[in-house]
């Protein structure tokens, strides 16, 4: 007998199984990891134990994000990044649409 009850709800993700986002994911809709219906669905990002918003691109298996450097631009317009380099974690923020339907 163990002494903890095993109840579900406090060992499931907030994400469905098997729904996770992407190792590598862009806002940008030049490159080539560039999905506009996961990014419709909301990405949260977690960076070093901080939820982060402003996030322009990440990469859970190499550990790193790309954030805008303020509002400063390249020659063609494309926003400066700076790339941070540490432990990364994403999720959906919403559940997808073929799930929504069949609940």
């Given at each position: 007998?163990?002494?903890?009850p095993n109840t579900?709800?406090t060992d499931?993700?907030?994400t469905?199984a098997?729904?996770t986002?992407?190792?590598?994911?862009?806002?940008?809709?030049?490159?080539?990891?560039?999905?506009?219906d996961?990014?419709?669905?909301?990405?949260?990002?977690?960076?070093?134990?901080?939820?982060r918003?402003?996030?322009?691109?990440?990469?859970?298996?190499e550990?790193?994000?790309r954030v805008?450097l303020g509002?400063?631009?390249?020659r063609?317009?494309?926003?400066?990044?700076?790339?941070?380099?540490?432990?990364v974690?994403a999720?959906f923020e919403?559940?997808?649409?073929?799930d929504a339907?069949?609940?």
């Amino acid at each position: 007998m163990t002494d903890t009850p095993n109840t579900p709800e406090t060992d499931t993700p907030t994400t469905a199984a098997g729904d996770t986002p992407p190792d590598r994911l862009s806002i940008n809709h030049r490159s080539p990891f560039f999905k506009q219906d996961l990014l419709e669905r909301g990405i949260g990002i977690r960076f070093k134990d901080g939820i982060r918003h402003d996030v322009e691109e990440y990469c859970i298996s190499e550990g790193w994000i790309r954030v805008a450097l303020g509002k400063k631009v390249d020659r063609n317009g494309n926003p400066l990044t700076l790339k941070l380099v540490g432990p990364v974690e994403a999720w959906f923020e919403r559940p997808a649409a073929s799930d929504a339907d069949e609940g």
